[in-house]
């Protein structure tokens, strides 16, 4: 008794069948070695009596444990496809590591002896009580049991009964973020040893506030974070917070050590002209507040998932955090999408690593590495529940380690750190709890009015403030009410416009808002002379946003009874004739091809001989087309146009066959100057194909057809 086991641990599911059991090449019949095999036969190979265990850590399928059974019954034997037999001696077990047996076959099941280890039975305490023994204060670990287990039961209680969050998450994924954040806290900075009772409860409730509320979901109907905030307060009296507002409203004052307003802390905005729109972050109390949390936690090395809808600003929140990290770390950005396998993905994640010595392999010099793993739950689903990409990750996460797909030996993998975005209402809506657990989740909702306003507002007042468009002081005043009409417009069109199964387009989030703004962005003090140009411009910008979306006639009239609703309201004191005057044209050709400059277009006889102009350039330089220049085709021209003139510009034209939506881009893609590379698919054409058509287009540009 008390041998050490050798072990070795495989997920599974983070290889293919092939990987796991090795294949025979049809072509050369040439045998390759599987992943499994190999292990057991090198353990098979071991001399001396040491117990010696697979640890199948991974969920079960039928696509590969068809394949143990023989291993697993009185035969003890695995079958190779190259008539190889691999015995298992009697100190070898097999170890399943596995969460359910939901895809597992009874002829697996009965094979097997089974031990459930119930989640209730263990509770939270052992691990609340060995992470107490790393802490060296003794009069702080007495503190600590004390508060855990005045907090923690009702917490978890009222989590299972009364809040909702914005993804499922296990009970103990809170008290792991709990324990996290108080390693962050709880420094002699903020609580030194000779610290009271009174302020180390208080730094226990800011991180016990987070761990059980940072996930909190809501939306238009209800916000869960209200309503935790609401029970805290009733619920645990010892530490008061302020009255105004709620418990995530305030941090604690590093200096006075008392309750402080997040808002407080928000940094200045200064626009870069420069910088697309889409890529700024304009600093509210609700983002400054994850800053500040993710900064603590990524310092200790903990694996953060940011989870909201798309649009919510996770990306750019990231990135920022990102871009701002000392030369001590290294970035890979990680997109996912449904077609990443774990092969790609153990591609990319190996691309930024260099070997050190024996096995181990890490970033260059002492450099710690951020994955920064974007759409998370994008990747497919197979017929079995898993996502194979996932388990690569929580294999490294678990055991610090992957296998060489080729060489099929052990990687150790060391100073890589994970951080995460996810939009719970894509992909796979979810992601599996066993990889869950090892993120701190924080919910990323739209902001609120108040924010939003705030947002949009600085943008705006800062462009029409900048000395070198010289704009009329009428134009800045009007910053405000050019907001608030966005967003009620913003909000109407989400409220009216609901996707169905034939216009499931129909979603409206903070991206179509900012592209409003992205448009009142391209005006000069040419554009804007007088404050009703401006109102012009705005109601032009969410038109080509908003109501360019729209597929029926009664949407689009619907649409623009808001928006001359909006104006009403908003903009009284100006000529509503002047504003509604048809046709209201910006477009980046209005005073000549290849002078872009956004400005209006008086009438439709203007834009008329703009655009004759330039298909007769077209037809000289490029190829024949014989188009015939209606009002809804020149006004497609003008759309196109402004999309590709945008930053990170990209357009879906939809519509019937022999509409012209190609010739149409093609003229619009003449005009800004853009040449154009035709796709070409086929049957079987794959991301390499794509590669290869876009390396193709940037060296040396295909011709367009007529």
């Not at 696509?63 to 291993?71: A, D, P, Y």
């Not at 950005?333 to 990443?340: E, G, I, L, S």
């Amino acid at each position: 008794m008390k041998r050490k086991p050798i072990f070795n641990d495989l997920n599974p599911k983070a290889v293919t069948n092939d990987e796991l059991f090795g294949i025979i090449n049809p072509a050369t019949r040439e045998w390759k070695d599987g992943l499994f095999s190999v292990i057991m036969r090198e353990q098979a190979n071991l001399s001396g009596d040491h117990p010696k265990w697979i640890i199948l850590d991974g969920d079960i399928d039928p696509m590969w444990i068809e394949s143990l059974n023989t291993v697993m019954d009185d035969n003890k034997v695995l079958t190779l496809a190259s008539n190889e037999r691999i015995a298992l001696s009697a100190n070898m077990r097999l170890l399943f590591e596995i969460s359910n047996l939901r895809t597992a076959t009874p002829a697996t099941v009965s094979r097997a002896g089974i031990l459930y280890i119930n989640a209730q039975d263990l509770g939270w305490n052992p691990y609340v009580t060995s992470w107490i023994e790393t802490r060296t204060s003794n009069s702080e670990k007495a503190n600590l049991l004390i508060l855990f287990d005045k907090y923690i039961p009702p917490c978890l209680e009222s989590l299972r009964t009364r809040f909702r969050r914005i993804t499922p998450i296990v009970d103990m994924c809170h008290v792991q973020m709990l324990c996290h954040l108080l390693r962050c806290l709880l420094v002699p900075a903020n609580t030194p040893a000779d610290c009271s009772k009174e302020l180390h409860e208080m730094f226990f409730v800011f991180a016990c506030v987070w761990a059980f509320g940072a996930a909190m979901f809501q939306d238009q109907a209800i916000d869960y974070r209200v309503e935790f905030s609401k029970w805290w307060v009733n619920e645990f009296k010892t530490v008061k917070f302020p009255g105004q507002g709620t418990v995530f409203d305030y941090f604690i004052d590093p200096e006075t050590k008392q309750w402080a307003l997040w808002a407080e802390r928000v940094p200045k905005f200064e626009l870069d002209p420069d910088m697309p729109l889409q890529a700024a972050l304009v600093h509210t109390p609700e983002s400054t507040r994850v800053r500040f949390f993710v900064d603590l936690l990524m310092e200790q090395r903990v694996p953060v998932m940011l989870v909201g809808p798309a649009g919510s600003g996770k990306t750019v929140l990231v990135a920022e955090k990102l871009a701002a990290l000392s030369e001590n770390y290294a970035v890979a950005n990680v997109p996912f999408n449904f077609y990443t396998t774990s092969e790609m993905l153990q591609k990319i994640l190996e691309k930024p690593l260099e070997k050190k010595a024996g096995r181990n392999f890490g970033p260059p010099g002492n450099k710690t590495l951020v994955y920064f793993l974007d759409d998370m739950n994008m990747p497919e689903v197979d017929a079995y529940g898993t996502v194979q990409p996932h388990t690569l990750i929580r294999q490294h996460i678990d055991y610090s380690h992957w296998y060489d797909r080729t060489k099929l030996s052990l990687k150790d993998i060391h100073n890589c750190q994970y951080v995460s975005c996810m939009n719970p209402t894509a992909g796979s809506f979810t992601i599996n709890p066993r990889l869950q657990r090892h993120f701190c989740v924080f919910a990323i909702s739209f902001p609120h009015n108040e924010s939003l306003n705030s947002i949009y507002s600085q943008i705006l007042a800062q462009h029409f403030s900048n000395p070198e468009y010289r704009f009329h002081a009428s134009i800045g005043r009007l910053v405000n009410a050019v907001v608030t009409a966005s967003l009620a417009v913003h909000h109407k069109c989400s409220q009216v416009f609901l996707p169905t199964a034939v216009k499931f387009h129909y979603i409206f989030n903070l991206r179509d808002l900012s592209n409003v703004f992205q448009g009142l962005l391209f005006s000069s003090n040419d554009c804007l002379t007088q404050p009703t140009d401006l109102v012009r411009l705005w109601m032009h910008e969410a038109q080509r946003v908003y109501g360019d979306k729209l597929t029926e006639e009664k949407d689009i009239d619907a649409f623009y009874k808001i928006q001359v609703d909006v104006v009403k309201k908003n903009f009284d004191e100006l000529d509503e004739g002047i504003i509604l005057e048809k046709p209201n044209i910006f477009c980046h050709f209005a005073q000549g091809i290849g002078e872009p400059k956004y400005m209006p277009i008086p009438d439709w006889a203007t834009l008329s001989t703009l655009l004759q102009e330039a298909l007769a350039s077209y037809n000289d330089l490029v190829a024949a087309m014989n188009l015939v220049l209606f009002e809804d085709a020149m006004m497609h021209v003008c759309r196109i146009n402004r999309i590709l003139e945008s930053p990170r510009g990209s357009a879906l034209l939809v519509g019937v066959g022999g509409s012209g939506k190609q010739s149409l881009a093609r003229l619009a893609a003449f005009i800004s100057s853009l040449e154009v590379a035709q796709v070409q698919l086929r049957k079987g054409y794959g991301v390499f194909d794509l590669k290869v058509a876009r390396t193709s287009s940037t060296t040396t540009p295909s011709e367009p057809e007529g």
